[in-house]
């Protein structure tokens, strides 16, 4: 099956692709998270994208499209994936349609305030990328992966002027999308504001998984 997750900022679809990853047994594809890779390595792609992401505006179609193109060609993502934060513009979905054929999209829907309470609170593992949150997720022991042992932070862009950047950017560029993926047939809209556990649920009636 060939998915991808849409939604704001925050709405959940990094916590609910790490679930759907061993239900449906496809690999989990973020954008983000291969940008902040990059980041964490001080590749030239890590370079080029910091400032951009830190500061919660997209990074530009053409290096993201090649980005998403050569990562689809690669042996595992033939049998299905979730593609998550990708894509973010008209033209990315556009140019997606030249290179693979999605099966549906999930739309995370969430109102602008459980989003600033989510991105506020949430820590990321430094060293295997685990999410945690802290009130909603907390790890076993203050500040430590509970996977890995790594340590919690803070991403730069949950930094509160960021936040307001990225969902004024989704507003702008991404909520778009809704539209274009329903007038496609392919919309599946998600109630993304319960616990992890009633959205996964609410994500298995929606897609009949
Ligand atoms: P990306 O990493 O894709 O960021 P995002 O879309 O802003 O999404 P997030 O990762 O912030 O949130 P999420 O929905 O995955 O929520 P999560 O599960 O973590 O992109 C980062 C940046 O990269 C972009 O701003 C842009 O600059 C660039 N970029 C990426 N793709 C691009 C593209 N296609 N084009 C151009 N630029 C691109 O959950 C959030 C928190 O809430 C966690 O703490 C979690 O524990 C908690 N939580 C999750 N679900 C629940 C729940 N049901 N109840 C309570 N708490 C919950």
Redesign the pocket.
């Known amino acids: 099956m060939k998915l991808v997750?849409l939604?704001?900022?925050?709405?959940?679809?990094?916590?609910?692709?790490?679930k759907a990853v061993e239900l449906l047994q496809i690999p989990h594809i973020?954008?983000?998270?291969?940008?902040?890779t990059a980041i964490a390595n001080k590749t030239p792609l890590g370079l080029k994208?910091k400032e951009?992401?830190d500061?919660?505006?997209?990074?530009?179609?053409e290096?993201?499209i090649a980005l998403?193109r050569e990562r689809l060609a690669e042996a595992d993502a033939q049998k299905g994936y979730i593609l998550?934060?990708?894509?973010?513009?008209i033209a990315?979905a556009e140019a997606l349609e030249g290179f693979s054929k999605i099966d549906r999209v999930v739309n995370?829907d969430i109102p602008d305030a459980?989003v600033i309470?989510?991105?506020s609170?949430?820590?990321?593992c430094k060293n295997c990328g685990a999410?945690?949150?802290?009130?909603?997720?907390k790890p076993k022991k203050d500040g430590i992966c509970d996977l890995c042992g790594g340590e919690l932070y803070t991403?730069d862009?949950?930094k509160p002027e960021?936040i307001q950047k990225?969902l004024e950017?989704?507003r702008a560029q991404t909520a778009p999308l809704i539209d274009y993926y329903r007038k496609k047939g392919l919309l599946v809209d998600v109630d993304?504001?319960?616990?992890?556990d009633?959205?996964i649920t609410n994500f298995r009636q929606a897609l009949k998984v």
């Open positions: 997750f939604g704001p900022p925050g709405a959940g679809k990094g916590t609910l692709a790490a973020s954008t983000g998270a291969i940008f902040r994208v951009i992401i500061a919660g505006r997209l990074v530009d179609d290096t993201t998403v998550d934060g990708f894509p973010r513009t990315q995370f459980a309470e989510r991105l609170g949430r820590r990321v999410n945690y949150h802290i009130l909603f997720s991403r862009d949950d960021a990225r950017v989704y993304a504001r319960p616990a992890v009633q959205v």
